[in-house]
């Protein structure tokens, strides 16, 4: 192919005004594939009314005027309700994806999110005449809802050209839901190498402002249950009478946020927590110079990048072995404990805090760039799309 191919990159997963670091593996990605290919983002967004909000997970409304840098994307709302929505939302993102798709006419479309979002885009890339990668991240297969969605979520792995999985354990679990073996491929995400890397551990506390002698234990992310965020409190709140220097820091926003604050001062450790909202991606990187530990105690993940980042900037992870987290995580940068266990965390929490870590070696268990991971996603849309070339994909003219 002479000419740069035209595709659609549609994902909710992406960033917004309100969190405009959400999605980021997704935006890495997308941002190094522009060389390769002329990308067009699509963003299906659900629209909530104002007196029924979701309670569950954070939701940000789209602000027109915000645009990600260095990528063309296009938000797209359609109007849904929590929960009683659901089996609707594929329908409904379709409808509004479809006039948007038709008008940019992609040779292919590579959609993040098995449902809703590579639903509504198999849907139209039927009516379009274009193979669609589905591409899958975790808890779209490993937390499905109800049996509603799991049937349409085996739909589109049945339906798409390939899946894409970002660990093997995903590939696994695409397999036993339906996907053919064959059209299955692992890309397991990259990481900013230039940002995230071994730093001074005492420059690190003291543009921090904190204590250089303290121990601290962090996490990163979304403060919502299903991240074990309360599992951690609880290690937490079972060591610190024993460390007098421990301190847990939580860098990240959601729901949980609330509950763990007023838990601490319940508990009379305000002093000892340290909660911050999401800060910007080069921000990160001291956090985890000035941790001892970082612990990402989720109940699922597909490929936790949070993770690649602490292993990438020399910091000894303690982890739940769920999802694709056991194939990031072994024994020269971390341990793993079973998911929704507080006791078994904090055991695992001081064996880490106690013993001696080689920054240096723990950093080279992780060196792999966004590039690889846009590469290795575009020679596999180069590949179907070779063999693509002259073969005819059933469309239709409705738009429903």
Known sequence: MSAKPRIAVVTSLFPVA???????????????????????????????????????????????????????????????????????????????????????????????????????????????????????RGSDLRRIPDPVIRWLTRQVLQEAALVL??????RRRAVELG???????????????????????????????????????????HLIPSKGVLDLWRA??????????????????GPSGRELRSRAEHAGLAGRVLLRDSRPAREVPLWMAACDV????????????????????????VATAVGGTPELVNEQCGLLVPARNPQRLAQALEQALSRPWAPDRISAQFKRAWEEAAQETFQLCRSLLGSCQGRAFPGRDDAG
Request: net charge neutral; with cysteine; proline share 11%.
């Open 18 to 136: 309100g969190a405009p670091y959400a999605g980021r593996p997704i935006y890495e990605t997308v941002v190094r594939l522009q060389q390769w290919a002329e990308i067009r983002v699509l963003c299906p967004m659900p629209v909530y009314p104002r007196w029924l909000q979701p309670a569950h997970h954070p939701y940000h409304p789209v602000d027109p005027s915000y645009a990600p840098p260095r990528v063309a994307t296009q938000y797209v709302e359609y109007g849904t309700l929590p929960l009683v929505g659901r089996p609707l939302n594929g329908w409904l993102s379709m409808r509004r994806l479809w006039p948007a798709l038709r008008e940019f006419q992609p040779e292919l479309i590579l959609a993040y999110w098995i449902y809703p979002t590579a639903y509504a885009a198999t849907r139209v890339g039927r009516k379009l005449g274009v193979p669609v990668i589905a591409g899958a």
């Open 165 to 170: 999985t970002v660990s093997e354990d995903l």
């Open 179 to 221: 996907s053919d073996p064959e059209r299955v491929h692992v890309v397991v995400n990259g990481c900013d190498t230039t940002l995230y890397r071994p730093l001074d551990r005492r420059q690190a506390r003291a543009e921090l402002k904190i204590e250089p002698d303290a121990e601290v234990v962090l996490y990163v992310g």
């Open 236 to 253: 937490f709140e079972a060591l610190v009478r024993s460390r007098p220097g421990l301190w847990l820091a939580l860098v990240g926003e």
């Open 294 to 317: 970082f612990c990402l105690p989720s109940h699922s993940e597909g490929c936790p990048n949070v993770v690649l980042e602490a292993i990438s900037c020399g910091r000894p992870v």
